[in-house]
């Protein structure tokens, strides 16, 4: 029977073997990826490919069974936001419960991940770039603050095509 810190570091190793991994996929994508996964906590930082964000790029690293990846505005600071899932294994199951072969399901789920990341650093350039030009997902729907009484700040914000005393 193992310890618990042979168990953590069986999981940590596990952590760092599947890191690189994706590691070289991301590389072999023409994406910039920094080691990290010799820290306590490792992970991979990959670059935003087209620059132009409020943050650099994205933080992949192991939480429970699965790898995920967080916004990271910088390479050494910590990643801030929502965690998005990587669960290659479910990926790999999928790919397998249709018949597939391990090098093709392997190929596919190299695509997957890159193409998640990928397409993440786009949305979020879309993203941004319509926060910036003040659009909303309503054109023609701009929105107003007013000052209410009392703690209910639910009726705060208003549609100025609805008036001032309706509220969202």
């Known amino acids: 029977m193992d310890t618990f810190v042979e168990f953590v570091d069986k999981k940590q190793r596990e952590a760092k073997e599947q890191l690189s991994i994706v590691r070289k996929i991301l590389e072999k994508n ?11 906590e490792p992970y991979i930082y990959v ?6 964000l409020s943050f650099e790029g994205v933080r992949v690293y192991k939480i ?3 790898l995920a990846f967080r916004v ?3 390479a050494t600071t910590h990643p801030y936001g929502k965690a998005y899932n ?3 294994q479910e990926m ?18 190299a695509r997957a991940v890159v193409h998640e990341i990928i397409n993440f650093f786009k949305k979020s350039s ?5 926060i910036a030009n003040g659009e909303f997902d309503e054109p023609g729907d701009p929105l107003t603050i007013r ?3 009392g703690t209910d700040y639910s009726n705060k914000v208003i549609g100025a095509q609805w008036g001032s005393s309706q509220t969202r």
């Open 30 to 40: 023409q994406l910039s990826v920094k080691d990290f996964t010799e820290n306590t």
């Open 47 to 52: 670059t935003n490919p087209g620059g132009g």
């Open 64 to 66: 429970g069974n699965t």
């Open 72 to 74: 990271q505005r910088e």
């Open 86 to 88: 990587l669960d290659l």
């Open 92 to 109: 790999f199951s999928d790919y397998m419960s249709n018949n597939m072969k391990y090098e093709e399901a392997g190929h596919k789920v």
């Open 126 to 130: 879309d993203a941004e770039k319509e």
């Open 147 to 149: 000052s209410t009484s």
